[in-house]
């Protein structure tokens, strides 16, 4: 007959296996916690209130385009960033923003110089093949939509 030896309870495979599934939990926890207060959500503002109060004034610049019944349609052409206004406006140079869909850190701003009247081009910077939110803009109107580069897309005011 074989007797059966008291083992200490550390050298049983059971305790091991059974104490390793929390400390797993306890492991992903730690590090989803050290992931969020190392990167800040730049979605989230401290200053929503005012962020919410300015929401007017852009909508004050996009009835502004409406009521001229402008829009505009951008692509990406070799190097270059091509714009054309359905009509001739008044500036020379107009402002384009580029919101990266994943990080702001990645949005980029571009100023688009005037070659014909209502046509508008700029040097390409490197671009992410991603869907950019759009915001073409001067101080009375802004045109509005969605983007990846190497399409072509129509801006609406209202967007």
Known sequence: MHSLRNRPWYREPWPWFLMALPL?????SLYTLFLATRNADSVVTDHYYRRGLA???DIERERYAQALHLDGTIRDAGGRIDLRLNQTVSDPVLRLRLRHP???SKDVEIL???IAPGDYEAVA?????????VHLETAEWRLAGVWKPGDAVTLFPGV
């Open 55 to 57: 929401v007017g004034g």
């Open 24 to 28: 797993a939990a306890v492991i992903a």
């Open 102 to 104: 994943l990080s702001q």
């Open 112 to 114: 688009l110089s005037r």
């Open 125 to 133: 910077p490197r671009l992410d093949a991603v869907r950019y939110r």
